[in-house]
């Protein structure tokens, strides 16, 4: 398919489409990152998936196998009690020359000049406008702004990406990717329509057929609708939105409970979601999944949903807005 949308990041980017992959834990593997970008698109890998700054290195040796195209790097900043190596994850970053970096989670600035060192553009993905601001101010290249509408960590403020996108073009002068709650060709026109130069999108790209996910998982975001998610762990001011299953409600329960981090842990834990991935056992942990997943109704393959994103909207623009001009 030819370009049919030119924005600020297809350029910068050097894309065909403004349709950004999301970094997502242990589902952004080098087989869906590579058909993203393959497909016009830019995959992402998350860096935090592999164990060691050598599973990251392999992880983007298999992904240039599989696509020519460019892609990136994830690295979140986490609150965790036994501390991360980002230094030598960045350090891969660096000398395997990728040159796109989305930071998420903690103010990146600590780690900016390391990743910039090889020449690399930064995104930091944000979740208001003042961290947006604060983004700009330390040397981010990009924001990618998220709506509480988004999967996993929405912030603390509720505020939806209607208004939040705009309110961030508003507010800084570097490009703004547009993320939470996109998921289809209406997503992407109403994106560019807001003043955002792409959107992202990961719960939908989670029911895709490249994407690293059992196909229970895929078939319970099929299922599932813009009412089947809810927050979690807001007592602890780090909101999760996760789908609806006995695990979620059970951490509700006892948040209001009065329930601390350690009483939760259990629940929460990270390994118990890799477990719904791999097993497809959805009701063993919490599954992120934001309310767009109310719109996924099929697992296509990653080049058969951009093209359909891509032909759709351009249907959009040509005929259905055109006709409504006087």
């Known amino acids: 398919m030819t370009q049919v949308f030119k924005t600020r990041i297809t350029e910068d980017f050097g894309i065909e489409h403004p349709i950004i ?41 298999r992904t240039r196998d599989l696509t020519d195209k460019p892609f990136g790097v994830n690295v979140t900043f986490l609150p ?35 990743i ?10 944000c979740t208001s406008v003042r961290f947006a601001k604060k983004a700009e101010s330390i040397g981010c290249d990009y924001v990618s702004i998220d709506g509480c509408e988004c999967a996993g960590h929405p912030g603390e403020e509720d505020i939806t990406s209607l208004v939040l996108i705009p309110a961030t073009v508003d ?24 003043g955002a ?23 319970w975001y099929v299922d599932a609708s813009e009412t089947d998610t809810m927050y979690v762990m807001r007592s602890l001011r780090n909101t999760e939105r996760v789908l609806r299953n006995p695990i979620a409600e059970k951490v509700v329960e006892l948040e209001g409970q009065g329930a601390g981090i350690a009483e939760l842990a259990p629940l929460v834990s990270g390994k118990n979601g ?20 109310g719109l996924v109704r099929d697992v296509p393959t990653v080049k058969e949903l ?5 032909g759709e909207a351009q249907q959009i623009v040509g005929a259905r807005l055109a006709g409504m001009t006087a």
Not at 86 to 106: F, H, K, M, Q
Request: overall charge negative.
């Open 80 to 114: 965790t009690l036994i501390p991360k190596d980002y230094g030598s994850l960045i350090d891969v970053i660096v000398d395997e020359g990728i040159g796109i970096v989305e930071t998420a989670g903690r103010n990146p600035e600590p780690y900016l000049e390391h």
């Open 197 to 219: 130069e792409a959107m992202n999108m990961g719960t939908r790209f989670v029911a895709t057929q490249e994407a690293a996910a059992h196909d229970n998982v895929k078939q």
């Open 306 to 310: 951009i093209d359909t994103i891509i």
């Open 274 to 293: 890799l477990r719904v991935l791999e097993d497809g056992d959805i009701d063993v942990g919490l599954m992120t999944a934001g309310q767009c997943v």
């Open 171 to 194: 507010a800084v002068n570097i490009p703004i990717i547009a993320s939470g709650g996109f998921a289809d060709a209406r997503g992407l026109v109403a994106a560019l329509a807001l």
């Open 116 to 125: 910039k060192k090889g020449g690399a553009r930064v995104v930091h993905k």
């Open 21 to 61: 992959q999301g970094g997502m834990m242990w589902v952004s593997q080098p087989e869906l990152v590579a058909a993203v970008s393959n497909a016009g698109g830019f995959g992402i890998l998350t860096a935090l998936t592999f164990e060691t700054a050598e599973g990251l290195a392999n992880a983007i040796a």
